[in-house]
């Protein structure tokens, strides 16, 4: 039985051709920090239109290196997701490819560590050379080598991978990962869960409450480093702006996270969000969106996010 994972996949595949430049595309023309994107205010605006984010195919999950100088990003590559990059080398941007690995299988919905040395991302590929592709996802990671690539996926193992399906990590400053996991043994639907990091392993995932998970599906959790808020997306709620919208919930008085709110109209729309992450430099929340009939990469100043902290306060 196909779980919600790989229906998302599937739905996806249905809209997207796959990963292809628009008429702007000239690379070795951009230079500059964001690729030479003129940063937003506190309105979401589409990412580098008819560049990463094009007419033609559909682009999700973003995410710069701690240093700015690469970019990675979800796109189609030989009819299945894949994750792309693209390099600022002597002031210019490289034309984006994909990982060396990232071709055979599907690789989506990734996050960088906080100190830029893991990404962390859902895949189907098998977990060993002599299993099958996987019917569900699995949480994978690559580590930086001293060459300045990257290593062979790792599946993360369990007690967080399972034959539910996991996927969209997210990981805080001290190790800790928050995912979703589509076990149906939670608080209905897809639901939130956090793996604690202590002594290099990760422990038995934890449920996030109800402050954060609802009945409906809630997923794509991206987690603050310092653990102070996470935002994530949810579908369905009675509150919501669209199908699906970007909520975001923060650590409150003895470590209990506030109730979620919706982030509203400067990120949400009447079509899907999902896929936040925030750069982490902490000045811009990326995000995907479908308002444009198909996924897009949008991206929006983080202070709107402080200005929802400092009401939450009041």
């Known amino acids: 039985m196909r779980t919600p994972l790989l229906s998302i996949a599937i739905i996806f595949l249905v809209f997207i051709s796959g990963y292809s430049q628009g008429k702007n595309s000239d690379f070795s023309k951009l230079s500059g920090p964001y690729l030479g994107q003129k940063?937003?205010?506190?309105?979401?605006?589409?990412?580098?239109?008819?560049?990463?984010s094009t007419i033609e195919g559909s682009e999700m999950c973003a995410a710069f290196t701690n240093d700015g100088r690469e970019f990675y990003f979800n796109a189609i590559h030989d009819g299945t997701f894949s994750i792309f990059f693209t390099k600022?080398?002597?002031?210019?941007?490289?034309k984006p490819q994909p990982l060396h690995f990232s071709s055979s299988f599907t690789d989506r919905d990734f996050t960088i560590s906080p100190d830029g040395s893991k990404i962390f991302f859902g895949s189907n590929r098998p977990r060993t050379s002599e299993e099958r592709i996987l019917e569900s996802m699995d949480?994978?990671?690559i580590q930086r080598e001293e060459s300045?690539?990257?290593?062979?996926p790792v599946n993360i193992g369990p007690p967080v991978n399972s034959d539910h399906g996991e996927n969209y990590p997210s990981v805080a400053a001290n190790g800790n990962l928050y995912y979703f996991s589509c076990t149906n043994k939670g608080w209905g639907g897809c639901d939130l869960?956090?793996?604690?990091?202590?002594?290099m392993k990760y422990q038995e995932p934890i449920l996030l409450d109800e402050n954060i998970n609802s009945d409906m599906h809630d997923?794509?959790?991206?987690?603050?480093?310092?653990?102070?808020?996470i935002i994530f997306s949810s579908k369905d709620r009675s509150d919501t702006i669209g199908a699906q919208d970007l909520y975001i919930s923060?650590?409150?008085?003895?470590?209990?996270?506030?109730?979620?709110?919706?982030?509203?109209v400067a990120v949400n729309s009447a079509f899907d969000e999902i896929c936040p992450s925030i750069t982490l430099d902490g000045k811009y929340l990326f995000f995907t969106s479908r308002r444009r009939g198909k996924a897009d990469i949008y991206w929006v100043s983080t202070k709107i996010i402080e200005e929802l902290k400092s009401l939450n306060k009041k």
């Open 148 to 152: 300045g690539g990257w290593s062979n």
């Open 88 to 94: 600022e080398i002597d002031g210019r941007w490289t």
């Open 193 to 199: 869960y956090m793996a604690p990091f202590r002594n």
């Open 39 to 52: 940063p937003p205010g506190l309105i979401a605006e589409v990412f580098s239109p008819e560049i990463i």
């Open 139 to 141: 949480i994978y990671f």
């Open 219 to 229: 997923w794509d959790a991206y987690v603050a480093p310092d653990e102070s808020y």
């Open 250 to 264: 923060f650590k409150g008085e003895n470590n209990n996270w506030t109730k979620a709110e919706n982030l509203g």
